[in-house]
C-alpha cells in the first residue's frame, strides 16, 4: 500500500498515530495540573516502565496539557555524564523570563532571578553572554547544598508563577540517570512548594528502578508522587493502536492480521508501531491480510534488532555481553543473580561489579532484591536470534 501514506511511526518520542490506553495517566495528569493552578494539593507523577512502552510520549503529551492550562514547562532528558543543574538551569531562568512578562509578577520574578543567580555562582553553571540585569541575593539558593538551594528555587519559581497566575511544570526524561542526590532534591523541592500551596509540579519517567531513595527524600516521594506504570498496552488498546490508525486512512485490516500483530508485539506500544509499519508496506492492497503480516516479520525483526536491540547491546563491554547472554539462556526473565553466576561458572560476588555496570547502563534493572530482568522488552529473544548459536 502506498508508503507515503503509512500512518505507523516507530522511533523514539514520536507520536503515534493513536495513544492507545494511557487515557487513565493522561487523566490524572490534567487533574493534578488544574488543580495546582487553583492553588490545591496536587500529585507529580514518576512513570515507570521499560524501554520503548511510550513513556518519552507520554511526558510530551502531558507538557502539551500543561501549556493548554496556561502553565509554563521545562522539558529536560536527564544527562547520563553530566550535571543536573547544567541543564535546569537554563530551563529555569527561560520560565523567568516568561513570567516577567506579566506586569503581577515583576517583583517576585526579579526576585526568583536574583536567586537564580546566586544558584549559578555557587553550583558553577557557566551562563555565558546574557546579562542577568539583577544582583544576586545572598543567602537565598547559595548554599552550595542542592537540597536547600534547589528547594529555594523552586519556591521562587512557583511564586513568581503564582503572582503572574500560572504555574511552572518541570518534566524530566530518563530519570534513571539522574543522581541520587539529584532526584532527592527534586523531590525535596517539589515537597516544599507543596506545602506552601506554589503552582509547581513535576513529572518524570524512567527505568523502572529509579535510584534508592533515603532519608526525607524517601518519605517524601511516598506522599507526593505516584508512580503509574507504564505497562505493554492490554489486547483491546494494542489492537485500537494498530486498527484505528489504518481505518484513519479510510483502510482496512482483517482480524486475523490484526491477532497477529497483537500476538507477535504482546502489545508493546514501540512493537506495534514497527509491525503495523511493515505490514501497510507488505500489503499490495487494503485489506491487510494475515499473509502480508506473515511476510512482514522478517522485515519487522530486522528493523527492531538493528534499530532498537543492537544499539542497547552495543553498548556492552565482551565480559558485559557475556552475562546478559547468561541471562537470556535461562528464558525470559526475571532472573535469580545466582542462577546467572551459575551459568558463567562464577562466584555471585565476583559478578557484583559488572552487574552494577550493565545496571547503570540502562540494560539491566532489579525488580527486585537478588532478581534482575532485561530494560528492554523481548531482549532474550533478541539475543537468541543473534548470539546463540
Ligand atoms: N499508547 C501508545 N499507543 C501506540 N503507540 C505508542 C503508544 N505509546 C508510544 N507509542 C509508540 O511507541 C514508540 C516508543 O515510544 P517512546 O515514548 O519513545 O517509549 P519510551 O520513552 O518508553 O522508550 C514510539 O514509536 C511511539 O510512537
Ligand atoms: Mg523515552
Redesign the pocket.
Known sequence: MDEVRNPF????????P?????QDILKTADVAIQRVLAGRGSQSQMLL??????????LNKIEEIALSHGHKTSFIEAPEERRLVDLLYPRMHQVLRQLSGVAAAKAKTVAALRALRSFASVFKVEYGEFAFGVDAEGGVADSGNLEYDLADMFVRIGEAGQAAGSAWTLLI?EVQYLQEKELAAIIVAIHRTNQKGLPVLFFG?GLPQIAALSGEAKSYAERLFIYPS?DA?PEQ?ATE?IEQPINDEGEVIEPLALMAIVQKTKGY??F??EWGFQAWNAAAQSPITEADVVRAAEAALNRLDEGFFKVRFDRLTPKERDYVIAMAKLGAGPYRSSDVAEILGEKLTALGPRRATIIAKGMIYSPSHGDIAFTVPMFDEYLKRHWMV
Open positions: 511511526v516507530p522511533g523514539a518520542g514520536t507520536r503515534p493513536e495513544l492507545a490506553g494511557r516502565g521499560l524501554r520503548g512502552v511510550g513513556k518519552t510520549v507520554l526524561d519517567a507504564v498496552l488498546a493502536a506500544p514501540y506495534l508501531q
